[in-house]
């Protein structure tokens, strides 16, 4: 039987995805209008843009409360490993997350439980905290398999240890509801997150289990990510679409702050 582990984080923590969606311009011009805005002391606010806008992006946001992170990276510091880019790379341009196994890359690039844990283990060691991504299709959910797939994704942090002031964050995004508009609903998001914690804390241990965060991602909106951060095992937001105008974001954060 699990161990529940019930961890208290104060802020959420509101990570925006803008995938490929917005050119350079687009994204720099984005980050312009956010990164001088009166967030909410209460709210901590990511921005994950393209690999082409991230130089560019950390200078914008450089000694402001937004902070920068990536879409993915590679498994190594360095190697014959023709367009990826590595995670001491990542940091060296000021980024402090880093997003793995996002279902978009599991899906269409084909990447496995393996490659994800090589990411995963590459970005701890160059001192990223990463955004471990896990969740069902709809077909496993349909066949009462969600903890049995979710739980095989987790294997990726047996052995892992953190460094300094890392924590580790896991994105439940079940993939039937990701850019689909269909939000799981908030209680059955916090089972599914109950269930990430016991299984982090089982598989990866009490030091690991005490500095995660385990974000929900799957058709957010400003309308339901209320609903969703009032469940206590929510502990913030793993967003695509509706975070990719500075407007959309401003609402996203503005229902986060009011929401505990």
């Keep these: 039987m699990f161990i529940r582990a019930f961890v208290s984080i104060m802020n959420p923590l509101i990570v925006a995805n803008w995938k490929m969606q917005l050119s350079d311009v687009d994204a720099v011009a984005t980050?312009?209008?956010?990164?001088?805005?009166?967030?909410?002391?209460?709210?901590?606010v990511v921005l994950c843009p393209t690999f082409t806008s991230l130089a560019c992006i950390a200078e914008i946001l450089r000694g402001s409360s937004v902070t920068l992170g990536a879409q993915d990276c590679a498994w190594q510091e360095r190697g014959a490993l023709t367009g990826d880019v590595s995670p001491v790379d990542l940091v060296s341009i000021g980024c402090r997350y880093v997003i793995i196994g996002h279902s978009e890359r599991r899906q269409h690039l084909g990447e496995?439980?393996?490659?994800?844990?090589?990411?995963?283990?590459?970005?701890?060691?160059?001192?990223?905290?990463?955004?471990?991504?896990?969740?069902?299709?709809?077909?496993?959910?349909?066949?009462?398999?969600?903890?049995?797939?979710?739980?095989?994704?987790l294997e990726v942090l047996r052995g892992l240890s953190l460094?300094?002031?890392?924590?580790?964050?896991?994105?439940?995004e079940p993939m039937?509801?990701?850019?689909?508009?269909?939000?799981?609903?908030?209680?059955?998001?916090?089972?599914?997150?109950?269930?990430?914690?016991?299984?982090?804390?089982?598989?990866?241990?009490?030091?690991?289990a005490d500095r995660?965060?385990?974000?929900?991602g799957g058709s957010v909106s400003p309308t339901n990510i209320a609903a969703f951060l009032a469940e206590r095992l929510v502990h913030g937001v793993l967003v695509?679409?509706?975070?990719?105008?500075?407007?959309g974001l401003r609402s996203i954060v503005t229902a986060s702050s009011h929401s505990r």
């Design 212 to 216: 995660l965060r385990v974000l929900y």
């Design 112 to 153: 496995s439980d393996t490659i994800v844990g090589k990411k995963l283990h590459a970005a701890i060691r160059a001192g990223l905290c990463p955004i471990l991504c896990v969740g069902e299709r709809f077909e496993e959910r349909a066949e009462g398999k969600r903890e049995a797939v979710l739980m095989r994704e």
């Design 176 to 208: 039937w509801a990701i850019g689909t508009g269909h939000a799981a609903v908030p209680s059955d998001a916090a089972q599914a997150h109950a269930f990430i914690c016991d299984t982090v804390r089982e598989i990866a241990g009490g030091a690991v």
């Design 163 to 172: 460094v300094g002031s890392q924590r580790l964050c896991v994105a439940y």
């Design 240 to 247: 695509g679409t509706a975070s990719q105008t500075a407007e």
């Design 31 to 44: 980050a312009q209008q956010l990164a001088p805005a009166g967030w909410a002391a209460d709210v901590e």
